[in-house]
């Protein structure tokens, strides 16, 4: 496991520099293979967009969370599934892409809605601060979606399962960093075949 400080990512996330954060990826995909890594995961949702600049100059391969979670909405028979999580994923194409490529559509939150999740994430979830009132704009979130035939949502963030799951969200969640989590130890037991 590698990374770089969440702040430098941050810093090119703020300004649009999806090259930026494709090179701090790059650097811990070449950290990692020069100590035998086989493949690459990253858990959080949002830098996925930088793959595309990745991929092509990666020294190994990698599991897109996007495709992970998009294989388990389909398996399990969901269709129009809602997205939450930080303004760069949500205005990203990281998830319909995927979504789509499985005749699956993809429901993000309003622009007010996305810029309170985001603030919540950013402010609050990743200083380990939970709020009741932050919970329930989830909710109302996950309700409306719910409201325009959504059947399951995507908790497009890392931190978003720390305060919403399946016990009090009014729609299936899908758990994006547990699913490649899961997805990563069963790639990797298939590889000790």
């Given at each position: 496991m590698h990374t770089p400080s969440f702040a430098e990512y941050v810093v090119c996330l703020d300004r649009g520099d999806w090259r930026g954060v494709g090179d701090l990826m790059l650097a811990?995909?070449?950290?990692?293979e020069s100590?035998?890594?086989?493949?690459l995961i990253c858990p959080d949702n949002t830098i996925h967009q930088a793959l595309a600049y990745v991929e092509p100059r990666s020294p190994l391969p990698w599991l897109h969370i996007g495709e992970v979670v998009a294989a388990e909405a389909s398996e399990r028979g969901f269709r129009r599934l809602g997205l939450v999580g930080t303004r760069w994923l949500v205005d990203s194409d990281v998830y319909p892409e995927r979504l789509?490529?499985?005749?699956?559509e993809c429901?993000?939150?309003?622009?007010?809605?996305?810029?309170?999740?985001?603030r919540i994430i950013?402010?609050?979830l990743v200083y380990g601060v939970f709020k009741s009132e932050s919970v329930a704009c989830h909710q109302r979130v996950i309700e409306r979606m719910k409201g325009t035939?959504?059947?399951a949502v995507i908790l497009g963030c890392?931190?978003?399962p720390l305060i919403i799951n399946d016990a009090?969200?009014?729609?299936?969640?899908?758990?994006?960093?547990?699913?490649l989590a899961r997805a990563a130890l069963h790639r990797a037991a298939q590889m000790q075949r």
């Open positions: 811990s995909a070449r950290k990692l100590v035998g890594a086989d493949f789509s490529a499985r005749g699956l429901i993000r939150p309003s622009t007010t809605e996305r810029s309170e999740i985001h950013m402010e609050e035939g959504c059947d890392t931190e978003i009090n969200s009014p729609l299936p969640t899908l758990d994006s960093t547990r699913l």
